[in-house]
């Protein structure tokens, strides 16, 4: 099956940087869009930014715009976002998850089907 895993997650002050990690592995690993997702307590899950390894422009949600980074080592299919300038509202478990074949990805939670366990990100003084 195909799996994904984060790592990176921490805590940081505000302005402060993170990198987090998702290596996925499994059938279709390489051909699939790859999502960062948020979702901090009481609020729904968010889209963060997704790409589809390999080509293709990367999407991100408006409120990190500037100042995260999708990116990927594909020949390890492993994809990271970079988190820059982080604010105390960036507070929230980051999920990675793998979705479907396509030319533009978006990070629309409801297209993605295979999750990770998520990593907790605290921006905080």
């Known amino acids: 099956d195909k799996q994904v895993v984060e790592s990176g997650g921490g805590s940081v002050r505000p302005g402060g940087s993170l990198r987090l990690s998702c290596a996925a592995s499994?059938?279709?690993?390489?051909?699939?869009?790859m999502g960062w997702f948020r979702q901090a307590p009481g609020k729904q899950r968010e889209g963060v930014a997704a790409?589809?390894?390999?080509?293709?422009?990367?999407s991100y949600h408006d409120s990190v715009k500037g100042r995260f980074t999708i990116s990927e080592d594909n020949g390890k299919n492993v994809v990271y976002l970079q988190m820059n300038s982080l604010k105390p509202e960036d507070t929230a478990m980051y999920y990675c998850?793998?979705?479907?074949?396509?030319?533009?990805?978006?990070?629309?939670?409801?297209?993605?089907?295979?999750w990770g366990q998520g990593t907790q990100v605290t921006v905080s003084s």
């Open positions: 998850a793998a979705g479907p074949a396509a030319r533009f990805c978006m990070p629309t939670v409801a297209e993605y089907t295979t």
């Open positions: 499994g059938p279709g690993s390489g051909g699939a869009c």
């Open positions: 790409m589809l390894p390999g080509g293709g422009k990367p």
